[in-house]
């Protein structure tokens, strides 16, 4: 009888222990189920400066995550009792793996990690928002600040608010937008480039602020729901092609109304070096797709291929959006269907480095981009550029929307233009 109930015990034991909460109070042992929306945020890892300020720094952090109401925060008070219930000792726990698996005990989904350190009067911040199942940062941010505390405070904050960032979403007429990271690139396209134009000047450009590009080009569905109308040509492609001969001034109507009907004021088109940053997505060769574009990857003249390469078919109209496999950070057809507008008055390129490019104030013409239905492969190139009035309307002419991050300030689009009778020069086969 002995030996049965010792074989026994292994066995009661584990079902007291999955039995839940009830079991866990008459064992008055607490149990911490994971719970995904669930975070911690530890005191920061003051690398060098003033340790009292490893505190104050995780409280800004915890007053923006509970002012979001995207997660349920954990108050210190709670984590530190927990842990010392758990008997997990924080003393000496600064590696990241060490609160990733605070974290696990905690029962959290997810942790915020952060870092500072003090080097000849420069304060250099990093936070990690990392997932406790793999271990793995989502997503992290980085500021440097020359400033009293107030105003580091005030970078932390900002930082905060980066790691609440959403990777895509979609808005109320069904328009899908995927984050696009900060990042430094080569715009304008290589001496050595087969057929390149004079105004493809290789400079560095510096984008300093993340933002959402739309993955498919304006639909006809989605600009009919918001103007009440589709002057579309290829009418008979759906309402899931893209809308065509809209002006770039009916774009910004369009995107007036969605601010309106949103309550927002972050749609806008994207600057012409976002939509260059957004077309490579990493690549350093003509198109995304390497050096090559054949008419499976994407809605072009076929007839007329890169230099080089094999000739495809000439559809001749344009077709659903989604019809190719998207580049690698998830936009469709930003080679062909139609052009796409961008805010920018068009202008030489300089011939230095640039940061947040946003083109001159005035000007003819407006930048648009990524070839059409119509045009040769050259006219798909990522560096090919093309300028159009801004109150012209062409069935090869759309284009999609970027998105201001709301944690952002948002700047007011420039809409003032100039009206000219500049016929429409797109470049043609």
């Known amino acids: 009888m002995k030996k049965a109930i010792k074989a026994l015990s292994p066995l009661l034991f584990i079902i007291l ?119 793995k940062a989502e997503i992290s941010a980085k500021d440097e600040c020359k400033c009293e505390l107030d105003e580091l405070l005030v970078s932390t904050k900002r930082l905060a608010k ?37 105004d493809e000047i290789q400079h560095q450009v510096t984008l300093t602020n993340g933002f959402y590009m739309q993955t498919t080009e304006v ?37 007036k109304r969605l601010n309106k009907n949103e309550g927002v004021n972050c749609y806008r088109l994207p600057t012409e070096a976002e939509w260059e940053y957004a077309v490579r997505a990493g690549t350093t060769t003509p198109f995304y797709t390497g050096n090559c ?27 659903k959006t989604r019809s190719f496999s998207p580049n690698a950070w998830g936009l469709y057809d930003m080679h062909g269907n139609v052009w796409e507008w961008c805010q920018d008055w068009k202008e030489d390129y300089p011939s230095g480095s640039v940061t947040d490019p946003a083109g001159p104030s005035s000007g003819l013409n407006r930048v648009n981009r990524g070839g059409s239905w119509f045009n040769d492969a050259r006219s798909c190139v990522a560096a090919n550029r093309s300028d159009t009035a801004p109150d012209t309307r062409s069935l090869r002419i759309g ?21 000219t009778e500049t016929e429409n020069k797109l470049k043609q086969p």
Not at 222 to 237: A, D, E, G, T, Y
Not at 293 to 319: E, W
Not at 401 to 419: A, D, F
Request: aromatic share 8%; hydrophobic share 30%.
């Open 17 to 135: 222990y999955v039995s839940g909460p009830l079991a866990a109070e008459k064992m008055n042992k607490p149990v911490i189920t994971t719970v995904e929306n669930s975070i911690a945020i530890f005191d920061f890892e003051i690398i060098t400066g003033d340790k009292s300020l490893s505190r104050p720094l995780s409280e800004s952090v915890i007053n923006e995550f509970s002012q979001s109401g995207k997660y349920k925060v954990i108050d210190q008070s709670n984590m530190d009792k927990i842990l010392k219930e758990k008997k997990f000792l924080m003393s000496g726990c600064v590696a990241e793996e060490c609160k990733v698996e605070a974290g696990r005990t905690l029962g959290v989904g997810k942790i915020v990690n952060g870092s500072l350190s003090l080097e000849r009067k420069t304060y250099y911040l990093t936070l990690k928002l990392i997932d406790v199942k793999t271990g």
């Open 162 to 198: 980066k790691l609440l960032i959403e990777p895509k979403i979609t808005n109320s007429i069904g328009m899908t937008f995927i984050y696009i990271k900060p990042g430094i690139f080569m715009m304008g396209s290589p001496p050595d480039e087969q057929r390149r134009d004079s």
């Open 219 to 255: 639909t006809q569905k989605q600009w009919q729901s918001i103007m009440k109308k589709n002057p579309s040509h290829f009418k008979n492609c759906g309402g899931d092609c893209p809308v065509e001969q809209v002006s770039w001034n009916d774009a910004q109507e369009f995107i």
């Open 293 to 319: 574009l054949s008419t499976d990857q994407a809605n072009y003249d076929g007839h007329y291929p890169f230099s080089g390469c094999s000739k495809g078919i000439h559809r001749d109209t344009t077709v």
């Open 399 to 419: 284009f999609r929307l970027s998105r201001t991050p709301l944690t952002e300030k948002v700047e007011q689009p420039v809409t003032s233009v100039t009206v």
